[in-house]
């Protein structure tokens, strides 16, 4: 079975931080490429972040370019995103996706390029 499970989100204070875990299980994580996507009631997906399989490449969206870190731990089959300085734009329901990158036709930043789903956890940054 084949599993991406997130956590790690709550409600934070404007300036804040939290860091999101994203446990993997089911599938050899190490040969999959990890994005971040959040979703805001009423809003399209968006990507937040991207960490390939052997973490030599990652991306983020400008909306978080200097305020996020997407790390990896394969032996503890777990991707993380370190979010600081957080803003009320920030909240969202943070998803967890697995893919098998495939050169120009799985680009980093589109949901299609993906697998594996999470259910996702909550952000919310709130005075």
């Known amino acids: 079975q084949v599993q991406l499970v997130e956590s790690g989100g709550g409600l934070v204070q404007p300036g804040g931080s939290l860091r999101l875990s994203c446990a993997a299980s089911g599938f050899p994580m190490d040969s999959y490429g990890f994005g971040w996507f959040r979703q805001a009631p009423g809003k399209e997906r968006e990507v937040v972040s991207y960490i390939s399989d052997t973490s030599d490449r990652t991306y983020y969206a400008p909306s978080v370019e200097g305020r996020s870190t997407v790390s990896r731990d394969n032996a503890k089959n777990t991707v993380y995103l370190q979010m600081d300085s957080l803003k009320p734009e920030d909240t969202a329901v943070y998803y967890c996706?697995?893919?098998?990158?495939?050169?120009?036709?799985?680009?980093?930043?589109?949901?299609?390029?993906?697998?594996?789903w999470g259910q996702g956890t909550h952000v919310s940054v709130s005075s």
């Open positions: 996706a697995a893919g098998r990158r495939e050169g120009v036709l799985r680009p980093w930043f589109l949901p299609r390029s993906y697998d594996y």
